[in-house]
């Protein structure tokens, strides 16, 4: 009898992740947020909402289904309430999954949001996500505190629209960065 030896291959794959590698993404950039929430100054009474553009940037990387969108926003509520400064910071509970399910919702429809090669997503994500996510804040924080609609209209108004705009634009500088980390996916150099 012959000694027949077999060659095997054996293919080796370098960290590709896993099916859960959303949720270490998305847990990473929460925490971001949480720290810059706190190191982050006012300037003219406008600080940028850090958790809704982390959450923006990962649901725009990890593409989340609904319901997981909805657990980033329960999330990134939960942990907002102790960083609040807000007279009633239970409300970010509501609002941030309201912000998630619509950054989901527009990150997963078919239309293109490009300009010159660049994707505008996040931008327009963003943008939405924050103005849904503080209007639904401002609404409960007005019911809850009982405050005049001349309050509402021309004190918070502006500042969701104000924090909109900074956040629009944070989450589109930082999205290149952090999806060409994403993509990476542990390639080596």
Known sequence: ???KQQEQMVTYTQAQGGNYRWVT??????AIGAILKLVTPSVGGITPNWMIAMYC???NLTRPTLGQAVGIGLVAGAV???LSKSAFPYGNLLSEPVGAIICALITHAA?????????LRPAVATFISTVASGLTF???MKLVLALPMSVFLYAMLPVVF???VVNMILTQLLYFPA???FNSRGKSE
């Open 138 to 140: 401002i609404t409960i």
């Open 111 to 119: 239309m293109n949001m490009t300009l010159g090669g660049y994707n």
């Open 80 to 82: 907002q309430i102790p």
């Open 162 to 164: 104000a924090v909109a």
């Open 1 to 3: 009898m012959e000694n």
């Open 179 to 181: 999806q060409k980390l």
């Open 57 to 59: 940037i990962a649901i």
């Open 25 to 30: 993404v998305t847990t990473l950039l929460l």
